[in-house]
């Protein structure tokens, strides 16, 4: 018998993409308007013990999987460990205006094949926190993963408690993309993890909106932005 029946749909399928793996991040220095990122080495530990004493709450380590440390030997433990590492790969800030290092980044979740890169382990000292500098850091290892070596999607995430954090990811463009419930044990706590992401069609935008704020034009004679990377009235800073 017969009968009319349409042939099936073809199944939903995501866009074709240039599926040719990525390269790695190199470890070489990055140089910036305000601040210079040198690849982490144990020659940085003693700068970085001497940053970390400005926090002397230890609040700055609360959302981390190390840290505050007990002493300077321990700080070059970890340091020691951390950069011999090449996922995350971590590098020292040294801002211009202070000449010492006050913290380190990385490039971590390394997916050449995927073209997907996370920026994290951000340690800022309050020195470093709240300034163009710090802003800079962030910016130069978001440049590298998107631009130099072509990454797709450049990956944020956080404790869902970290507000700071949250709102920076939101001032440099990050987008929302929500929450792994109980996703991991941090020091005995629960962690909640908020994603964030910029795709590869959405970084031109972020890229030169950081730009322009990092600009020369954009500051003072006291060093204070004329209008805020997330909004056009001055606000503080990451």
């Known amino acids: 018998m017969m009968t009319d029946l349409a042939p099936p749909s073809p199944p939903p399928l995501g866009e074709v993409v240039d599926s040719t793996p990525r390269a790695l991040p190199a470890r070489v220095p990055h140089r910036g308007a305000s601040v210079t990122l040198e690849p982490l080495a144990v020659r940085h530990a003693a700068e970085l013990w001497a940053a970390a004493q400005a926090d002397a709450a230890g609040h700055g380590w609360a959302y981390l999987g ?16 951390f950069a011999a590492q090449h996922d995350p790969m971590a590098w020292a800030i040294r801002p211009h205006s202070s000449g010492t290092v006050l913290g380190w980044l990385t490039l971590m979740d390394i997916q050449p094949a995927n073209a997907a890169i996370e920026i994290g382990h951000i340690w800022f000292s309050p020195r470093l926190q709240r300034t163009r500098a710090a802003t800079e850091a962030m910016f130069l290892l978001m440049r590298h993963a998107m631009d130099d070596l072509g990454y797709r ?19 440099l463009g990050f987008v929302f993309e929500g929450e792994l419930r109980a996703h991991q044990v941090v020091k ?4 909640d993890t908020a994603f964030f992401s910029i795709l590869a069609e959405e970084w031109p935008g972020c890229r030169d ?17 004329r209008h805020s990377l997330s909004g056009s009235a001055p606000a503080p800073q990451v």
């Open 66 to 81: 190390y840290g505050p440390f007990a002493d300077g030997e321990a700080m070059r433990r970890h340091v020691a460990t």
């Open 153 to 171: 999607r450049l990956v944020w995430k956080c404790n869902a408690l970290n507000a700071p954090s949250r709102r920076a990811a939101v001032r």
């Open 188 to 191: 005995g706590r629960r962690r």
């Open 209 to 225: 909106r950081i730009a322009a704020w990092l600009d020369d034009s954009n500051w003072d004679h006291a060093q204070r932005p």
